[in-house]
């Protein structure tokens, strides 16, 4: 079945719809439109589109921080609504602090020891190691390599649908000789 070019359906709002993406309640085609909070938008023409808050930016161009727009430089990361670079600064619990260099370094107008001084990030006020499998869901450690609420997971072998984890193992990914893309209708796998 077709319709308006289109063969593949999704789940929108419990509907099946023609497209591959919902934005709200409405089935569109992500090659040609970008969804930002269920405001559906024509994708920029040159770049790559994403959404910031509700605008579409380049972000090639462009950091998207909490809904704040800040110039793309190499190697900036964002701490809440800031944009910083990580070989001068920290971000704890959305704060920027500076870099310990030796046994001691100023942060603000206190003098931190060298607790503060690490290659790893902070998860609340706890450092983990990324390299070691560790990933900082909602403030809490766990291995994985993605977060599904508060517990990590392996896209490989998992699928988080709305906060709920789901095996793929079993999942039917071919149908009709074609591979099917796995997607979420709310907390379910349809």
């Avoid at 706890?126 to 766990?142: F, L, N, R």
């Amino acid at each position: 079945m077709t319709w308006r070019g289109q063969t593949k359906a999704v789940c929108c709002s419990g509907q099946v719809a023609f497209g591959d993406s919902c934005c709200g309640d409405v089935a569109y085609d992500t090659t040609t439109h970008i969804c930002c909070h269920d405001n559906l938008q024509e994708r920029l023409t040159d770049g790559v589109t994403a959404c910031c808050d509700n605008r579409v930016i380049d972000t090639t161009a462009n950091l998207c921080c909490d809904g704040q727009v800040h110039e793309a430089t190499p190697g900036l990361e964002c701490c809440g609504a800031d944009a910083y670079d990580p070989a001068n600064q920290e971000c704890v619990d959305d704060e920027l602090v500076k870099v310990c260099t030796g046994e001691s370094c100023e942060i603000g107008a206190d003098i931190a020891d060298e607790e503060y001084f690490s290659p790893y990030p902070y998860c609340g006020f706890t450092h983990y190691d990324p390299d070691a499998g560790e990933v900082c869901c909602q403030g809490v450690i766990t291995s994985g390599a993605l977060c599904c609420g508060t517990r990590g997971y392996s896209p490989k072998l998992l699928m988080c649908c709305d906060g709920v984890l789901h095996e793929r193992i079993g999942l039917d990914t071919v149908v009709y000789g074609e591979e099917r893309d796995l997607q979420c209708c709310g907390n379910a796998i349809p």
